[in-house]
C-alpha cells in the first residue's frame, strides 16, 4: 500500500498547462442568492480564460458581478472511489445547446 498522498497540488504553472487541453468548462456565476452554472467553451489566450457569449442570464450576471468561479475536470483511470453519495434535489433545471459548425470568420479579432 502506498503512503503517497492522493491528491497533489498543483503548481499555478501546472494549473495553466492543465487548462491548455479540455476546451469545455464551467463558469458559475453569483448574484444575490442565485447562483448559476454555465457549460462553456474556452481558450487560453496570454493566462487568461477568454470565451463568446450571446445576450441573456450568463451576460447579465457577468455584468451584475464579475466575481466568478471557472472549473474544469479531466481523469484518470486510475481513480478509485469506493464511497457513493446520494444526491436528493429538492429542484432541477437544465440547458440544452445544439454545436452547430463555427461560421467563417476572417482575422482575428482583439479582446
Keep these: 500500500m ?4 492522493p ?4 503548481s499555478e504553472e501546472e494549473c495553466w498547462q492543465r487548462l491548455k487541453g479540455p476546451e ?3 463558469l458559475v456565476t ?3 442568492e442565485v447562483i448559476d452554472i454555465f457549460p462553456i467553451n474556452y481558450v487560453i489566450d496570454d493566462r487568461t480564460i477568454v470565451f463568446r457569449t450571446a ?5 447579465v450576471e457577468l ?14 483511470d486510475a481513480d478509485a472511489k469506493y464511497n457513493y453519495v446520494r444526491i436528493t434535489p429538492s429542484s432541477l433545471s ?3 445547446f445544439a454545436r452547430t459548425p463555427e461560421s467563417e470568420r ?6
Excluded: M, P, Q, W
Design 55 to 59: 445576450e441573456g442570464s450568463k451576460l
Design 7 to 10: 491528491v497533489v497540488r498543483l
Design 2 to 5: 502506498s503512503t503517497e498522498d
Design 24 to 26: 469545455i468548462g464551467r
Design 63 to 76: 455584468t451584475v458581478n464579475d466575481e466568478v468561479l471557472f472549473e474544469v475536470d479531466d481523469h484518470t
Design 106 to 111: 476572417c482575422g482575428v479579432s482583439d479582446y
Design 94 to 96: 437544465g440547458r440544452a
Design 30 to 32: 453569483h448574484v444575490g
